[in-house]
């Protein structure tokens, strides 16, 4: 836990995230998320634009409604960052214990997910959906998993809802999710018949 609170102290302490690409909003343009979608966007145009990143206009009506209550940076960190870090970290812990990992692997593969460089850039550059699609993408893989391990209504609908979810905050992730497990199976298949080829 050290090492976690020293990395991510700065989560914690009041202050605003408005630096590298992390969004802030002013109360006027929070109360203009709370609404339908718009097709052309004004923010990041200088004459406006086509509307780029309607995929994620869910977290933002949700961004507008809790930001005209709690503020910018309030919001920031409940909706993105805390989630991000709780979700990687409970995730990637879920996966190894389901694939049968010893405590040891589980500690030290959830401590390497939580702190290597990738995350901590995203985190500190302000890629607010990038990361919490990050912290996302473990448990994407594990209900994937399960879902191929032993399909049920109970595994698609929890496969569905976080991949779901994970490409409300990144579509990239979701498709790396797929693309992962598709391949995960692909290896598993060919290495299957050479377990029977190895002599005892």
């Known amino acids: 836990m050290i090492p976690l609170l020293l990395v991510f102290r700065n989560l914690f302490l009041p202050g605003s995230f408005a630096w590298g690409d992390a969004p802030h909003f002013f109360p006027e343009e929070l109360k203009e998320l709370v609404g339908e979608p718009l097709a052309w966007a004004n923010r990041g145009y200088g004459f406006g634009g086509v509307n780029a990143f309607l995929w994620i206009s869910p977290l933002m009506l949700l961004y507008g409604l809790l930001g005209n209550f709690l503020g910018n940076d309030l919001t920031?960190?409940?909706?993105?960052?805390f989630p991000s870090v709780i979700f990687?970290?409970?995730g990637t812990y879920l996966l190894t214990r389901y694939l049968k990992f010893s405590n040891t692997v589980r500690f030290f593969a959830t401590l390497t997910y939580l702190l290597n460089t990738y995350y901590l850039l995203l985190i500190d550059g302000g890629q607010v959906g990038v990361a919490l699609s990050f912290g996302l993408f473990p448990l994407s893989l594990l209900h994937l998993k399960k879902l191929v391990d032993k399909q049920s209504i109970n595994n698609f609908f929890l496969a569905l809802l976080f991949l779901v979810l994970c490409g409300a905050a990144d579509p990239r992730m979701?498709?790396?999710?797929?693309?992962?497990?598709?391949?995960?199976?692909?290896?598993e298949?060919?290495?299957q018949p050479l377990v029977y080829l190895i002599p005892l």
């Open 76 to 81: 920031i960190r409940l909706l993105f960052y």
């Open 88 to 90: 990687a970290g409970l």
């Open 174 to 187: 979701a498709v790396i999710s797929v693309v992962t497990i598709i391949v995960w199976q692909i290896l």
């Open 189 to 191: 298949l060919r290495i």
